[in-house]
């Protein structure tokens, strides 16, 4: 079915300093967007009524994105993870690969950001010839050289659209990066076979974990996260793009326990992803604050101790009730 979108308005905006000048509208319908969710600094998280995603205001430009990436939690990781941590990587990878591949156990499998290529290393294990599209040129060189997969370097707009059509594509965490997610994803669909699978995930804006830490939710990430997907949002703009969607889940585990341990830690600590980046290896104390802000974060790491047994149990139920960490869909072309 058609989703009528209100007509989007026309406000133009002077630039500031490391933003773009945009109409604040809704990116998935365009109705105008209401008060603000969260503020950061010049950056606001603001909320649309009409089909209840959340849009980041103003959009940072290209340049700022692009420096924002090489720093904090999505800088890369200093050196490899431990072989117990690896192997726990790609049992998640296995997971992930269940729900993208669905019924189809064979065909062309293309993962849009593929990172350092974990999921394609287990889809061409499974019986799948996998290729990626990642634009940071560092994880795709590690995917290349590690697992000898095949990923372009550079957008999904530069991609060859003869190298298509695919059976499976799957954006783990992509879609909230993207300014424009609707003309994304009907880029995607111009790869996807007739009879192929998108498989998607995202944060859940309407997840409990949200409404628990407030604006210590982890996945706020600014200026990252673009928009915030709820799963009315998903359904909303893969209709119109040309999708519709076959089955949703907001269960993930693994993004269960990093989401509510991070936004937990974060609420405690005062600190922003501190433990995220240690965990990734790309962040060391280099002043005093530094210091302060680890011991901090201790402190914060022993309240999470007296405090999992009420967030594993949350986690244990959230999802059944619509309330996960995620927003996980399959869906085809219509």
């Given at each position: 079915m058609e989703s009528q979108a209100p007509e989007q308005r026309d406000i133009s905006a002077e630039p500031t300093e490391g933003t773009a000048t945009h109409p604040e509208s809704c990116r998935i319908c365009g109705a105008t967007l209401d008060g603000p969710f969260l503020t950061g600094g010049k950056w606001r998280v603001q909320a649309c009524r009409s089909c209840t995603a959340a849009s980041l205001v103003p959009l940072p430009t290209p340049e700022v994105l692009d420096e924002a990436y090489h720093q904090g939690g999505y800088a890369d990781e200093r050196g490899q993870v431990p072989a117990p941590v690896d192997r726990l990587l790609d049992r998640f990878s296995r997971r992930r690969l269940e729900f993208a591949a669905g019924d189809k156990r064979s065909g062309r499998f293309l993962e849009v950001g593929s990172g350092k290529g974990r999921l394609l290393k287990v889809a061409r294990a499974k019986g799948f010839?996998?290729?990626?599209?990642?634009?940071?040129?560092?994880?795709?060189?590690?995917?290349?050289?590690?697992?000898?997969?095949?990923v372009f370097n550079g957008p999904l707009a530069d991609f060859p659209p003869e190298r298509g059509p695919f059976d499976v594509i799957a954006m783990w965490h992509v879609l909230e990066h993207v300014p424009e997610p609707v003309d994304f994803l009907r880029q995607v669909g111009k790869l996807l076979a007739d009879d192929g699978r998108l498989a998607i995930e995202v944060p859940n804006l309407r997840g409990w974990a949200r409404y628990v830490t407030g604006d210590a939710w982890f996945p706020w990430q600014l200026p990252y996260h673009l928009v915030h997907f709820t799963p009315k949002a998903m359904e909303i703009a893969l209709d119109r793009a040309g999708f519709e969607m076959t089955s949703i889940t907001t269960r993930s585990l693994e993004m269960q326990i990093l989401c509510w341990s991070q936004s937990v830690l974060n609420r405690l600590s005062g600190t922003d992803e501190l433990s995220y980046r240690l965990l990734?290896?790309?962040?060391q104390p280099e002043s005093k604050e530094d210091w302060k802000d680890l011991a901090r974060l201790a402190g914060a790491g022993l309240g999470l101790a007296v405090l999992s047994p009420f967030i594993l149990a949350a986690a244990a139920v959230e999802a059944d009730l619509g309330g996960g960490t995620v927003v996980r869909v399959a869906a085809r072309k219509v």
């Open positions: 010839d996998p290729v990626g599209i990642e634009p940071h040129s560092g994880r795709r060189e590690f995917g290349t050289n590690r697992y000898d997969i095949d990734k290896r790309n962040w």
